[in-house]
């Protein structure tokens, strides 16, 4: 067994990434300036988009893609059950209606195949204009773009896409966040720089979008002003502004800025050192019948920003729950992604969502457990990580039953 405990999903932070937020504070900007100029436009270049606007958090950046649509009272947004609340959240915020429609089997992700029905239903019942669809590529695997672009077009809907999980990731080739060009709808995509995420900023975000909307959205992440501070107490600016949106204030700091620009730079070694991790943990649990490893499909490269194996519980006598505490007790950190939001209390009660409503996301919410994964964990880690699971696996798998046993001698 380990002697120290393996957190769960540590941040790695380098010696010129200290160095670079130390350059900040002795200089004149430590709030929106230079450095976010700079991150804002290595960032679009690395993804492959003509522009991005640096926020202080993805939910900053999914909310301001509501607002920049015009999303509010009356309207809905489609959505998953399977994700982090807040992306549900900011569709409470402006006053629209959330529609969760349930997951595919395989990748979790929103199943385009429920979204006809969702969207003609919820029109139907519900009386709302269903606005948007709000995918999340979970765990760092694309969902079907294309499918859900085909819908969205049909419907004249605009997409935006919760990218927290999937930097850097591609569909068919093509990274996420560089597609709003090509669509045939409004796309809009919304990336996390939080402290676990595969870069990170501590706080902050990116949104990507078609250049008028990330121009609105500009507006309503800085108090609705129409010059930004730097423009305006900079050495070509002058003091007047004007104030045309009740703006929010979701910009990201120079301070942060400093992190993400190494943080970028590193990316692909981080990334490269995440799938090796995750190599060697799909061929140690390919061999265990009771371990369902993630899926990854043909036409993507995963992010790899969860590992996130699924127990067969029919085959093992224990509960999620109890796998978790007993990898714990190994020393090994772990976590579950996502409680489904129909079942916290906010959305159950007001929405009136019964666990089942969600057949998918509900049954494999008690199956799913996210393992260590993160660019500073060495083989040993990964390689002590996989002892512990086939410990626990080994002392809890089913017994084969009598009346099996009896089956098997006498067919
Ligand atoms: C982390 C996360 C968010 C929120 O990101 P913040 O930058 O913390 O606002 C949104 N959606 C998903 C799926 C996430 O995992």
């Known amino acids: 067994m380990r002697e120290t405990f393996l957190p769960f999903s540590p941040p790695l932070i380098g010696e010129e990434e200290i160095a670079e937020v130390v350059d900040t504070l002795r200089s004149d900007w430590i709030t929106t300036g230079p450095k976010v100029k700079r991150f804002e436009q290595e960032f679009a270049a690395f993804i492959g988009a003509p522009e991005a606007f640096a926020v202080s958090s993805c939910t900053a950046a999914l909310h301001l893609s509501l607002l920049a649509l015009g999303i509010g009272p009356g309207d809905a947004v489609i959505t998953t059950p399977l994700t982090f609340c807040s992306g549900v959240h900011v569709i409470e915020h402006v006053g629209a209606r959330p529609v969760l429609v349930d997951v595919e089997e395989d990748t979790l992700n929103l199943d385009p195949r429920k979204l006809r029905n969702a969207i003609e239903a919820a029109q139907k019942n519900l009386g709302v204009h269903v606005k948007a669809i709000m995918p999340v590529h979970l765990y760092g695997h694309p969902c079907d773009l294309d499918a859900i672009l085909e819908i969205a077009a049909e419907y004249k809907l605009a997409v935006i896409e919760d990218a927290a999980h999937s930097l850097p990731a591609r569909y068919r080739g093509r990274m996420i966040g560089s597609m709003a060009a090509s669509a045939k709808v409004p796309l809009l995509t919304c990336f996390s720089f939080y402290a676990t995420k595969n870069l990170t900023t501590a706080e902050g975000g990116m949104l990507v979008a078609p250049r008028d909307l990330l121009e609105e959205a500009r507006l309503w992440g800085l108090h609705g002003m129409n010059r930004d501070a730097w423009k305006r107490y900079g050495s070509e600016g002058s003091w007047h502004y004007e104030v045309v949106r009740p703006g929010y204030k979701y910009n990201l700091t120079d301070m942060q800025a400093a992190l993400g620009l190494h943080q970028l730079r590193k990316l692909p070694g981080f990334h490269a050192r995440r799938r090796r991790i995750v190599e060697r943990y799909n061929s140690a ?15 993507v490269d995963h992010a790899w920003h969860l590992y996130v194996l699924r127990l067969d519980l029919e085959q093992l006598e224990l509960t ?3 796998f978790i505490s007993e990898l714990h007790e190994r020393k090994i950190g772990c976590s579950v ?5 129909h079942l916290h209390a906010y959305y159950r009660d007001k929405y009136r969502y019964r666990p089942e409503d969600f057949p998918v996301a509900n049954r494999e919410y008690q199956r799913v457990v996210s393992l260590p994964l993160s660019p500073r964990m060495t083989d040993q880690d990964a390689d002590e990580v996989i002892e512990a699971v086939a410990g626990v696996v080994q002392r809890h798998m089913r017994k084969a039953r009598p009346a099996l046993q009896l089956r098997a001698v006498a067919p």
């Open 285 to 299: 649990f390919r061999s265990h019948p009771e371990l369902c490893e993630p899926t990854e499909r043909d036409d």
């Open 320 to 322: 999620r729950n109890q």
């Open 337 to 341: 992604h996502f409680i489904p939001i």
